[in-house]
């Protein structure tokens, strides 16, 4: 089964830091772009960041621009997502997934573009 699994998640106070990281399961992660994608309680979701096959084209949600940092080892089969400067309205489960990382699926937008969803890990930002 082909799968994306997220991990790194867990409770900060405002102001913390997190690693998210994102690993394959079944398949390799150098031939896709992954988005990191998040869904709070009572809203749609959202897509975070997102960085192309090499790692050298990211985007970002607006609101996360400067906070977040996405980057990839293709070594290790793995994309992480860098969150410093939290804030309680970071709360939500976190997914990554691979699809486009462009035009075709901006930044904010819910990822139905994007396949191999993760079951998520949950970050909650709170003093």
């Known amino acids: 089964q082909l799968q994306l699994v997220e991990s790194g998640g867990g409770l900060v106070q405002p102001g913390g830091s997190l690693r998210l990281s994102c690993a394959a399961s079944?398949?390799?992660?150098?031939?896709?772009?992954i988005g990191w994608f998040r869904q709070a309680p009572g809203k749609e979701r959202e897509g975070v960041s997102c960085i192309n096959r090499n790692g050298i084209n990211t985007r970002y949600l607006d609101s996360v621009k400067g906070r977040f940092t996405i980057s990839r080892d293709n070594a290790k089969d793995t994309v992480y997502l860098q969150m410093n400067s939290l804030k309680p309205e970071d709360t939500a489960v976190y997914y990554c997934?691979?699809?486009?990382?462009?035009?075709?699926?901006?930044?904010?937008?819910?990822?139905?573009?994007?396949?191999?969803w993760g079951q998520g890990t949950q970050v909650t930002v709170s003093s």
């Open positions: 079944g398949f390799t992660l150098d031939s896709y772009a």
């Open positions: 997934a691979a699809g486009p990382c462009g035009v075709r699926a901006p930044m904010g937008t819910p990822g139905y573009e994007y396949d191999y």
